[in-house]
Structure formats: structure tokens, C-alpha cells
């Protein structure tokens, strides 16, 4: 099992930044890969970048050049620096994290979701 909450949400005027963090808990020895997602006003979810195990990195087209994720030495911790925001940004971002039980079974994990709001 693997608890993952977020951090770093909040208000914030088109152009500036925020920094979300994810902390992820329990059987994280077993995490391959950890991401964050997000859910924008009557919109899918989507990707917004990834993070595997061996530190490759993907991003939505929509990021690219403006957020960044990173993660600490430990594995445990996943942040998402975003920068020149726009209100298209604004949505919910949830942290996941995918990983492998014996018998090679994938998993994946949510957080509880933290609130980007971008507005004037």
C-alpha cells in the first residue's frame, strides 16, 4: 500500500508560480514511477508529467518549458515547480504513483488532490 498526499496548491495571478510537492508513504520501495495528473473545470484527467524510477521525465505538450518534476534522493518526495501560469492551468492536481506487487501486478495510488487556482 502507498499513501500519497499532496502539498503546494493554491491561488495564484496568470504568470506567477507554485511548487506542489507529493510525499508518498508505505511500500514505496516498490514505486516505478510517480506522476502528476489533473482535472481542470469540465475536463478529463490528464497527464501533466511523470517520473520513472530511473529519473525519466514526460510532460503534456501544454508544460513543456514551464513545469518541472523532480524528485528527491530518498524517492519518496515528488515535486512539480510550475511557472508562468496561465488560467488554463487552473485544476485539480492529484500526485499518483504506479508500482509493482509480486506476481507482477500493477498498481496505481491517488492522493486526496490539491487546488491550482490561476486568475486575475
Known amino acids: 500500500q502507498v499513501r500519497l498526499v499532496e502539498s503546494g496548491g493554491g491561488l495564484v495571478q496568470p504568470g506567477g508560480s507554485l511548487r506542489l510537492s507529493c510525499a508518498a508513504s508505505g511500500s514505496i520501495f516498490s514505486i516505478n514511477a510517480m506522476g502528476w495528473y489533473r482535472r481542470a473545470p469540465g475536463k478529463e484527467r490528464e497527464l501533466v508529467a511523470a517520473i520513472t524510477s530511473g529519473g525519466t521525465t514526460n510532460y503534456a505538450d501544454s508544460v513543456k518549458g514551464r513545469f518541472t518534476i523532480s524528485r528527491d534522493n530518498g524517492k519518496s518526495t515528488v515535486y512539480l515547480q510550475m511557472n508562468s501560469l496561465k488560467p488554463e492551468d487552473t485544476a485539480v492536481y492529484y500526485c499518483?504513483?504506479?508500482?509493482?506487487?509480486?506476481?507482477?501486478?500493477?498498481?496505481?495510488?491517488w492522493g486526496p488532490g490539491t487546488q491550482v487556482t490561476v486568475s486575475s
Open positions: 499518483n504513483a504506479d508500482r509493482t506487487v509480486p506476481g507482477a501486478i500493477q498498481q496505481r495510488y
